[in-house]
């Protein structure tokens, strides 16, 4: 039995020959699920030439894949009542959905195609950077987020958590 981080909570673990690890915390009475994918992949694992990739691939992934092109894989998910949402970490991406018990099967097979069937248009490319770089303003100008990128950058020079998490612009 393995124990949520958080919240100490029993989870059931499943894990395939692939690596890939499945915990669960059943709830029969609850009728929302949250499904998290964690990839391993973060701003720790970039060098100073890649600051923000895998931020801007987190943004990337939700533009189009091959069984959901043209942006249709937001307008999809909340067609059916899922919130579909990510953030990139130092040390991981997540991307997760919210969605009624009944959508279960839907929304594995949004994340499936997300992790596993990406696709990347230059068209997509280039107006993410825009976006990105909006977004990394909001984070300058906004107190918390600011304060927080600065104490990693000033006082952890020499750790991987030093280079902000969704890069320069």
Do not use: W
């Not at 931020?55 to 942006?71: A, D, G, I, Q, R």
């Not at 696709?119 to 303003?137: R, T």
């Not at 950058?153 to 020499?158: D, E, L, N, S, T």
């Amino acid at each position: 039995m393995k124990y949520s981080d958080i919240t100490n909570i029993p989870l059931d673990q499943f894990c395939l020959g692939n690596s890939l690890c499945l915990y669960a915390n059943p709830d029969p009475a609850n009728p929302i699920i949250c499904l998290q994918l964690y990839i391993k992949t973060g701003s720790v694992r970039e060098s100073t030439r890649q600051f923000g990739y895998a931020h801007f691939l987190e943004h990337l992934v939700f533009k189009s894949t091959s069984k959901y092109p043209n942006n249709s894989i937001s307008t999809l998910a909340s067609s059916m009542g899922m919130v579909l949402n990510a953030y990139t970490d130092f040390d991981a991406t997540c991307y997760y959905v919210m969605l009624p018990r009944e959508r279960l099967d839907e929304g594995m097979d949004i994340l499936a195609q997300m992790a596993l069937h990406a696709d990347f248009s230059e068209a997509d490319v280039n107006s993410e950077k825009d976006i990105i770089i909006e977004e990394i303003y909001q984070y300058e100008s906004d107190p918390e987020m600011s304060f927080i990128e600065n104490i990693q950058a000033k006082y952890f020079k020499k750790k991987p958590t030093q280079p902000p998490r969704i890069g320069y612009d």
